[in-house]
């Protein structure tokens, strides 16, 4: 009986003490959350987008990163596919964090999976790994009792903050500057992924690139500054994971807990939220 | 009436951006479970983020109408700065936002 409801329900089966547990694990991230849900509504209704379309936003695409990200581009009316990228890209972090938590979600159904994806963000996912790292189960309702309820708790901020930032937005007057807090919400995403010397490498060649080809159109630059980034990131960690050759087993046990402080820093700590 | 007030693109932008969204954080879990991801392409993927993310950030802080604009008179620069240094020591988001768009008022009602 339980397979029938799990099947026609958007959300698989959950414990209730869990879920409990999963909206009092977020709620101490509320302020955070609230404040990046404000930058990001009074940000794109400071760049020109009209509230209707600002709301449809909000509710629809559900990313704080990726929406900020695409704001100038949209202003500008850059081409379709070029903002699609560009959203893909800064998204590519979760495909690492479906990637990781993809064991307690791969026996549910379609829709249910959808839907959980949908909602998994960075700190969902950061206390989803955190809590349930060393558990066994693959998939249990008291690990989906506990992933709704913080996917909950970060939706309803939110997307409550959202709509609040999207009515204050109009009432800014453009001196204030506040363009300058949508840049200050993305370094706080990008600050904690520098954690490493190689992301420092990559995120510094991506800046020179980036202001050196300011003027290529179609943001031709935005595509080689993630390129460049990206291969000198990877060379640099190759260079330095080849000097630590000379000793295999001390390599290994570093490079596992480096991945661990990855895990934490691109998913915890910062404000990121949707 | 710029491209904010093109309801055809911007329904199209978004939809796009939805289907983004669902598509990079439902990915491995709507794969089948035998496809893993490579090594090498995991760790590209760990890098692109944030490269991108600076790669918006630094044309829009660092240049204006096309022309590098670094210098004393860049106070957004400044104020990112100051705000990126507050969010590597204390992970809070209220903090640099405070210390980030405070330096940047007062720059802009002082040095002008």
Known sequence: ?274 | MGPFHDWVYMVAAIGGLTAVTVLTRASFFLLPAGVELPERVERALRYAPACALAAIIAPGVLTRQGEVAIGWGNHQMWALLAAALVFARTRSMLAMMTVGMGLFTVLRLTVG
């Open chain 1, 1 to 274: 009986m339980q397979v029938t409801t799990a099947r026609e329900s958007w959300l698989a089966p959950m414990d209730r003490e869990a879920f409990r547990d999963g909206v009092r694990a977020m709620l101490p991230m509320a302020v955070a959350i609230s404040v990046w849900g404000v930058v990001t509504g009074v940000a794109m209704v400071n760049s020109g987008m009209t509230v209707p379309v600002a709301l449809l936003m909000t509710f629809t695409v559900f990313a704080g990163s990726a929406q900020l990200a695409v704001l100038p581009l949209l202003a500008v009316g850059a081409p379709l596919p070029v903002v699609w990228l560009t959203a893909l890209v800064v998204n590519l972090r979760f495909v690492i964090f479906a990637a990781s938590s993809r064991r307690s979600f791969v026996g549910l159904p379609l829709r249910q999976r959808v839907l959980a994806g949908y909602v998994n963000g960075d700190l969902g996912f950061a206390l989803f790994s955190r809590r349930f790292a060393d558990d066994p189960d693959r998939g249990s309702p008291v690990q989906w009792g506990y992933f709704y309820g913080g996917a909950l708790v970060n939706w309803v901020t939110w997307q409550a903050a959202s709509v609040v930032g999207i009515v204050l937005g109009g009432f800014a007057p453009e001196s204030w500057g506040l363009e300058l807090a949508a840049y200050l919400a993305l370094t706080a995403v990008v600050v904690p992924m520098m954690a490493r010397f190689p992301a420092v490498a990559g995120v510094a060649t991506a800046v020179v690139l980036s202001v050196v080809t300011v003027r290529l159109p179609l943001r031709l630059g935005l595509i080689a500054s993630v390129i460049g980034g990206v291969v000198v990131a990877l060379a640099v960690e190759t260079a330095g994971s080849a000097g630590e050759r000379w000793n295999p087993i001390r390599r290994r046990s570093q490079r596992r807990s480096a991945c661990s402080d990855d895990v934490r820093s691109t998913g915890g700590g910062h404000g990121e939220t949707a």
